[in-house]
C-alpha cells in the first residue's frame, strides 16, 4: 500500500522543490509523477533541447528518497510544433478542426505527429532511462480525452484505407461483408471509402463500427511506438498508462495486449463522476459528497483486469475538482476512504492528483493535498491520517494479493460501440446496464472480477454476462464445458461480427445452450413499463424489452405482466429479457448466486465490502451511521463496527 502525488516542477520556482521533495517524504509520500505536459520547457524550440531544469527537478526529488514515475509530453504539443505542422490539429465529426491553447490537440493518426512523439520519447529516455530512481514511465496523459479521438483526418482516412485493406483483401468483399447494396453504398475501390461523418442520415453501422475498431487500434499502435523506445532505453521501468473512468472509445484489453503495458494506471475522480454518468438523479443527490459506493470500484475491478493482476490509481481526487457539472468539497473521511478502497480492491498504489493546487490557468479551482499558500488542505490531512496508520500497522502494510473472486462480470467495448451506433431507443446504455448488474452483486457482499469476454472462465462459479452484442462460439465453448452460474442481459448474440442479425435470430451461438429466439425487440418510453415479479420483489422493465420464444425444454422463470417470458433457463444459463429494474437485477443476481453455492448477504445501503488477503474492508458512502457486517468478535486492525459517512474498517477475515 503506498502513497504516491503528482507534481508539476515547472510550474513553481526552484527554490521550492527540495522542501516540496522534504514535505512529501514526511506525508508518507513515496511515489511523484512528474512532466507529462512540460514539453515546451523540455524543446522550447525545435531541435533544441533544455534539460537542465529537469535534471534538477529528478535530482532533488530522487535525493529526498522518492521514487519517480516519468510522463512523457506528448499530451501537450508546443506552439512551434503546431505552428510547424498545422495538420497535427485534430479534426472533429463536424470537419473542423481544434485550436491550439489548452491541450490534447493532436490528431493521433498523423504520422507527422507519431514521428515528433517518437523523438521527443527519445531523447527523454535516453537521458533518464536508466536512472534509479525513476522506477515508472507513463506514456502521453489519458489517450482519447476531450473527444479528440476519433479525429476525422485525411491521415485517419488514408490510415483506414490501409486498415480495411489488410482486412477485406478487395473492395468487393468489402461491399458484401458491408451490405453496401442497400441504398447504393457499394464502392469502387478503397480510396473511394470516406471516414463516416458528415453523412445526412445514420452511417452504415458496419462502417461505423469498423472506423472504431480502427480508431481503437490507432490509439493502442500510438502508445506502442513510445513503449518501443522506453523499453529499449528503460528496461527495468514498469510501463504505463493513465486511463481513465467509464471510459470505453477504445479497447483497453486490447490496448494491453502483449508486452504493452505492466500496470494498468488510472484516474479516480469519483465525485466528479458519480455527477458525470447516467445515474438516477436521486442518486447522485444521495452522494454528492461522497461519490456513487460503486463508481471508483467498477473501474478498480475493471482496470485489475486489463492489468493482469497489476493496477494503480495514479490521480486520485484529493478535494473538490473543476471540471463535473458540480463540484462539491467531499464529505469528511472520503480521501482517506478512497485510498483503503483501491488497496481493498488491489491497487498497489494511490497517487493523489495534485501536490500543491495551482493558482493560476486552466485547474486553479482544482484542489490538491495543499492550498496555493502551501497548507496541507483537508484532503492532504486525510492523506496524512492513512499514511501513518498503515505505516504504524503491519496488517495494513503487510497486505496480501487480490486473490480471484467467485463472481465475474464480463464487460465488452465493442459491445459498448455497436450500441452507441444502435441504441434503438434514446436512453440504452450498454456500460449503464453492466453498472446496474455491478452495482447488484456489490450489494449483496460479493467481491467481482470484471473480465473480457475471451478470460479464461473456468474458475468461476457465477458468471454475469450483461450483455455481449456478438455471441462468438468460443465463448459458448466455454459454457458448455462450465458448471458455473451463467446470466446473460438483454441484446446478448443479437448481431455477428459484421453487424448484422444472426441467422438463426438472436441470441445467435448462445442457442446451443440456451435454446430461445428473440422475435421482436422494443425500446421503452418511460411511459411503458412493462411490469413483473420475480420471488417477492415487484419491478418493470425499463428502457429495452424482448418478445422471446422458448424452444425445447426452456423454462420460463419469469413473465412480464403481458404474458411475455422475462426470465428464461436451461440448465445453468439464465436468460434475462429486458432492462429491468434494479432490486429485479439484484433478484435474478442472488437467486443464480445461490444455485452457484455463493453466499449473499443484504448490506446497509452505501455500506460495500471488499476481501484482499487476510482482510475485510467495510466502507460507509451513505449519509447514515451504518453497521459493518463484521462477526461478533472481529479481529479488527483498522476503525471499529460503526460505521459514520466517510468511515473505514478493516478486519481479520477468519472462513467468511
Ligand atoms: C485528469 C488529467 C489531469 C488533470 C485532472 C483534473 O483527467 O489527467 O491532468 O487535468 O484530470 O481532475
Known amino acids: 500500500m503506498q502513497l504516491g502525488v503528482c507534481y508539476y516542477p515547472e510550474q513553481w520556482p526552484r527554490s521550492m522543490w527540495a522542501d516540496d521533495a522534504k514535505r512529501m517524504v514526511e506525508l508518507g509520500i513515496t511515489h511523484v509523477r512528474i512532466a507529462e505536459f512540460a514539453w515546451s520547457r523540455m524543446e522550447p524550440r525545435a531541435g533544441e533541447f533544455v ?22 509530453p506528448t499530451a501537450s504539443p508546443p506552439k512551434w510544433l503546431v505552428d510547424a505542422h498545422p495538420d497535427v490539429l485534430p479534426v472533429r465529426a463536424d470537419g473542423t478542426r481544434w485550436n491550439f491553447g489548452s491541450r490534447r490537440h493532436y490528431d493521433i493518426s498523423s504520422d507527422t505527429y507519431r514521428r515528433e512523439c517518437v523523438r521527443i520519447v527519445s531523447a527523454m529516455a535516453a537521458r533518464y532511462g536508466r536512472h534509479p530512481s525513476i522506477v515508472a514511465w507513463q506514456t502521453d496523459n489519458e489517450l482519447g480525452c476531450h473527444d479528440t479521438v476519433p479525429s476525422y483526418s485525411a491521415a485517419a482516412l488514408a490510415r483506414f484505407h490501409r486498415w480495411l485493406h489488410l482486412r477485406y483483401g478487395t473492395v468487393g468483399a468489402l461491399n458484401d461483408a458491408w451490405g453496401n447494396v442497400f441504398w447504393s453504398m457499394e464502392y469502387p475501390s478503397f480510396d473511394a471509402i470516406g471516414l463516416p461523418n458528415l453523412t445526412p442520415t445514420d452511417a452504415n453501422p458496419i462502417h461505423l463500427l469498423e472506423f472504431r475498431r480502427f480508431m481503437s487500434d490507432e490509439v493502442a499502435s500510438f502508445h506502442c511506438e513510445q513503449i518501443d523506445v522506453l523499453r529499449q532505453h528503460a528496461p527495468d521501468a514498469d510501463l504505463l498508462h493513465n486511463f481513465m473512468g467509464f471510459f470505453t472509445t477504445f479497447d483497453h484489453y486490447r490496448f494491453a495486449e502483449g508486452d504493452a503495458l505492466d500496470v494498468a494506471a488510472w484516474d479516480s475522480y469519483p465525485i466528479a463522476r458519480t455527477e458525470s454518468i447516467a445515474l438516477p438523479d436521486e442518486q447522485k443527490a444521495r452522494y454528492a459528497r461522497t461519490a456513487h459506493p460503486d463508481v471508483s470500484a467498477f473501474d478498480h475491478d475493471r482496470y485489475r483486469a486489463i492489468g493482469r493482476g497489476r493496477f494503480w490509481v495514479m490521480e486520485q481526487q484529493a478535494g473538490p ?136 472462465l473456468s474458475a468461476y462459479r457465477l458468471v454475469v454476462v450483461p450483455s455481449v452484442a456478438v455471441m462468438d462460439d468460443a465463448l459458448v465453448d466455454q459454457i458448455e464445458r462450465s458448471t458455473a452460474q451463467w446470466v446473460f442481459g438483454p441484446r446478448s448474440g443479437s448481431k455477428t461480427n459484421l453487424f448484422a442479425i444472426p441467422s438463426t435470430l438472436p441470441p445467435g451461438a448462445l442457442q446451443r445452450v440456451l435454446p430461445i429466439q428473440v422475435l421482436e425487440v422494443e425500446t421503452l418510453r418511460p411511459t411503458l413499463a412493462p411490469a413483473l415479479s420475480i420471488g417477492d420483489t415487484d419491478g418493470v422493465a425499463l428502457h429495452w424489452r424482448e418478445h422471446v420464444r422458448a424452444n425445447g425444454e426452456t423454462r420460463i422463470e419469469a413473465q412480464f405482466d403481458d404474458a411475455w417470458p422475462a426470465i ?89
Open 51 to 72: 534539460w537542465e531544469w529537469l535534471d534538477e527537478a529528478v535530482a532533488v526529488l530522487a535525493a529526498a528518497g522518492l521514487k519517480l514515475v516519468l510522463g512523457t
Open 321 to 456: 475538482v473543476n471540471w463535473a457539472p458540480w463540484n462539491p468539497v467531499p464529505a469528511k473521511g472520503m480521501v482517506r476512504l478512497w485510498a483503503y478502497e483501491a488497496f481493498a480492491h488491489g491497487a498497489e498504489l494511490v497517487s493523489y492528483f495534485r501536490w500543491r493546487q495551482c493558482p493560476y490557468a486552466q485547474e486553479q479551482m482544482h484542489s490538491g493535498l495543499n492550498l496555493p499558500n502551501d497548507e496541507l488542505s483537508p484532503g492532504g490531512l486525510e492523506v496524512q491520517q492513512a499514511a501513518r496508520e498503515i505505516a504504524a500497522s503491519p496488517a495494513l502494510s503487510a497486505l496480501g494479493a487480490a486473490e480471484r473472486a467467485a463472481v465475474a462480470v464480463v464487460f465488452d467495448y465493442e459491445t459498448q460501440w455497436m450500441f452507441e451506433i444502435q441504441r434503438h431507443g434514446r436512453s440504452f446504455d450498454y456500460q449503464t446496464l453492466a453498472f446496474d448488474y455491478y452495482e447488484s452483486l456489490r450489494e449483496l457482499g460479493l467481491d467481482v472480477d470484471i473480465v473480457p469476454r475471451n478470460a479464461d
Open 568 to 656: 428464461l433457463s436451461h440448465g445453468n444459463v439464465r436468460y434475462v429479457a429486458g432492462w429491468l429494474s434494479h432490486a429485479l437485477h439484484r433478484e435474478v443476481l442472488a437467486q443464480a448466486a445461490r444455485q452457484a453455492g455463493i453466499a449473499t448477504q443484504r448490506l446497509p445501503d452505501g455500506v460495500r465490502i471488499r476481501r484482499r488477503g487476510e482482510l475485510t474492508f467495510a466502507f460507509n458512502f451513505g449519509p447514515e451511521l451504518a453497521q459493518a457486517p463484521a462477526p461478533a468478535h472481529a479481529d479488527f486492525v483498522l476503525g471499529h463496527a460503526q460505521l459514520n459517512t466517510g468511515d473505514v474498517c478493516a478486519w481479520r477475515t477468519v472462513g467468511d
